[in-house]
Nanobody, 124 residues
Framework: QVQLVESGGGLVQAGGSLRLSCAASGRTFSRYGMGWFRQAPGKERDFVAAISWSGQSTAYADSVKGRFTISRDNAKNTVYLQMNSLKPEDTAVYYC?????????????????WGQGTQVTVSS
């Protein structure tokens, strides 16, 4: 069982930056692939970024490539999402998730555990 708690969301102006963190419980964090997803009001939850258990493999949605960076610190049981050059369309609730396959999948069906989410609002 893995419990995930996101933090770091907030209100930022367009062009600004935020860093989200996702702290995981449990001693087996390093065995999980991790992902970030987001859900805007009235829309489905979409993939943002993913990272394999080792950190050697990453994947990004086209809409965030070059602006967002996913990373992890297995010693701290934490995965991060650095978000730069934020746009109003990045406004959403951001969720982190963990998958036992250890890979960096973009499909939600791979993910076994989900956090409660953190709100990111980008003003124009």
């Amino acid at each position: 069982q893995v419990q995930l708690v996101e933090s770091g969301g907030g209100l930022v102006q367009a062009g600004g930056s935020l860093r989200l963190s996702c702290a995981a419980s449990g001693r087996t964090f390093s065995r999980y692939g991790m992902g970030w997803f987001r859900q805007a009001p009235g829309k489905e939850r979409d993939f943002v970024a993913a990272i394999s258990w080792s950190g050697q493999s990453t994947a990004y949605a086209d809409s965030v490539k070059g602006r967002f960076t996913i990373s992890r610190d297995n010693a701290k049981n934490t995965v991060y999402l650095q978000m730069n050059s934020l746009k109003p369309e990045d406004t959403a609730v951001y969720y982190c998730a963990a998958e036992r396959s250890q890979a960096a999948h973009s499909e939600q069906l791979w993910y076994d555990y989900w956090g409660q989410g953190t709100q990111v609002t980008v003003s124009s």
